[in-house]
């Protein structure tokens, strides 16, 4: 046992317990313990919020692109391909994936790729044999486009 004297003259020296006995130790691994559950919920906050931003921009996009979609489709059932070049423009097309819209972008003649300028060619084609109307066979084409787009953003 470890002895201090409070003064130099009086009585004997006060004993004192040994500096560290098992609470210390219990009340130290609890601290640790506890910053470290601390700094894995600071972790996974952190986690979470470039999560939330991520799905939120993706919503946004998404909510952004359906507007665009259905004016798209509207502007076609009043003026068919007249005024829709802006509308189509606004669309982020996938220059790996011509997928979205094609057949509507070689139409009216913005941000096509070649698969679409095909497809439009082949429709054109098809109608004049048929003696049908170029027109009609391109805006029914276009109006599945522009409803499958729609589908294909609301399943995501």
């Not at 006995?21 to 601290?31: E, H, I, K, R, T």
């Not at 313990?33 to 946004?60: C, F, H, M, N, P």
């Not at 819209?101 to 679409?116: C, D, E, Q, W, Y």
């Amino acid at each position: 046992m470890l002895t201090f004297a409070l003064c130099n003259s009086g009585p004997a020296p006060i004993p004192v317990a040994p500096p560290r006995d098992w609470l210390d130790y219990v009340s130290a691994f609890s601290g640790v313990v506890g910053a470290l559950l601390a700094g894995l919920a600071i972790a996974y906050a952190a986690w979470q919020s470039v999560q939330t931003k991520r799905d939120l921009t993706r919503e946004r996009r998404i909510e952004f692109e359906l507007g665009l979609l259905a004016e798209i489709r509207r502007q076609m059932s009043i003026t068919q391909f007249q005024h829709l070049s802006g509308y189509v423009g606004a669309l982020i097309p996938d220059s790996n994936d011509e997928s979205d819209l094609p057949v509507l972008r070689a139409i009216v003649g913005t941000k096509s790729g070649p698969t679409g300028r095909q497809k439009r060619d082949q429709i054109r084609d098809s109608s004049r044999s048929r003696s049908a109307d170029v027109q009609s066979e391109w805006l029914r084409a276009a109006a599945v486009e522009v409803d499958t787009a729609i589908d294909q953003r609301l399943s995501r």
